[in-house]
């Protein structure tokens, strides 16, 4: 099972008159197969804090640990853009991140893109593809290592509404199958509600203000009454701390 | 003031045999040389000049250079035009390594090393400034007129663009896909190979046929002042003997071998580097039009531009 702890984590970007904190003193732990959205206004540390977790970025402070059943666990990456490498055809993009590239690897990878429905894609090049497909694939990247836990960072923020839609069911799906632990920040509160167990609510300036758990069946339709209601309730609490986006 | 009904254009499509060939872009290139030649005759029979020879006089004179009917064995040196070209190919070529291998080192240092940058930046501007006329007058000077002056001439012209061209590409390296590689644990090694090296393609390219066309000039101005062999020298033999067709021809002895050159091997690397590229096929098209004309501004400077947002 995965254990993802967070122990007083400060970051702060620059120095003196120029220095401005971007995650205040945050505690939070996850574990299972649960899907945590992060939600909070432009600028509130979320892609900090997922950058910090996944090591892209170092933390100024604090501790973070990630484990798998006491080991180290393996993390995946889903980005808000693809962030696929143009030069490589879309299975080399899989295999490029695969430990050994060996037939095992190029056939989990396979299955991974038949998962996201790109199955004949892959000796295309990523500029051969639509956005969604791009992102598809970036999906299925991060899937095809197997991650203990997978971070996602918007990654459907720069789709059109009916792509993002049809990725969130895909995503929902992959998610149940696979019994992921999946960190994932959106700015979006109704994607949040129709996707996660539970929501941490950041604040400008990187504190985490709250921590919603959202006991609704899935699949979740955003026009279903129980799913609007718990989306106008994590608005409201979004207004009572004042975090709506001006 | 005037009130009228806007009528549309009707358009008629033309889709005749007769008019894709004219639209062809195959067709538009062979028309240029027809049409150059045209003009060239125009002025030739305007000016009714004996110094302005017309086109048929220069292949005349380079099918008799060709074929070793030529007044160039009563030169001072007694060679023939294969002797000559192979004396600047083997200048040219070594200019070209050098100016490769030493500015590609110079511009990856430059790229990632902002002191490095700051040591080595107005230089290279002093030596994009100076003027090939000057390399090759003061090397055929220094070094007397053996292989020395053109070769460093051809180095001085050629690598100030290969300098600045690879510190772009070290400095447009995609920064976001090194991270992307980092979060997934990709051990160094294959970044390099699959991240650094192909992003650094296009700059590198770009790098190759400035080092190679600019190179070429320096390289044929140190040898009409500063040589007494090559290609340089040659059309320099003829200017001294009044013959236009000679100093023309052996010009375009050069040209012709630049443009099979074009062709042969660099338009087939580029093909095979930059298929991942959705407008591969237009490649040809979009690259070739700075190989001879490395003036204009920004030619060659890759436009590598990410599909990253900004990530907040």
Redesign the interface.
Known sequence: MADIRVKNLHKEFGVGDDKVVALENVNMRVEGHVFVSIVGP??CGK?TLL?IL???ETASSGDVTITQDAHDAN???V?????L????SVMDNLL??QKERDDAARARCQHYLDMVQLGDKGDK????LSGGMQQRVGIA?AFS?EPDVL?M?EPFS?LDAITARSLRRELHEMWKETKKTVLFVTHDVGEAVELSNRILVFAKGGKLEDDINIDLPYPRDGADEAVAVAKAHVLKKFEDLDLVAT | MTTGVITPKTIIPKSGPLAQLLKASLTARLLMPVFVIFIWYVIYWTLDSRIFVPPHEVAQFMWAELTLNTLLKYGSVKSNVYEMFGITIFRLLTGFTVSMVLGTVIGLAMGLSKSVNAFFHDWVMAILAMPALVWGLFLGLVFGFGHQAPIYACILAGIPFVIVNVREGVRNTPR??F????????PQQ?ITR??LL??L?PFFFAAVRYAFSIGWKGLVIAEVFGSASGMGWTIKFWYDAHRTQGVIGTGLFFVIFALVLEKVVFERFAKRAF????QAGDIDVVEEQFLFDPTIEGAGEAEYVS???I??
Request: hydrophobic content about 35%; overall charge neutral; proline content about 9%.
């Open positions: 432009s600028g892609s950058n996944s090591g892209i993390p995946g990456y980005f808000q853009a693809a962030r490498l143009p030069w490589r490029f991140v090049y990523p500029g051969e990247r290592i971070f960072d720069h | 976001e896909l991270d992307m590689a980092r979060a997934f644990g990709v294959q699959n991240v192909p992003s393609m298929k991942w590229r959705p599909e990253e947002g990530n907040g």
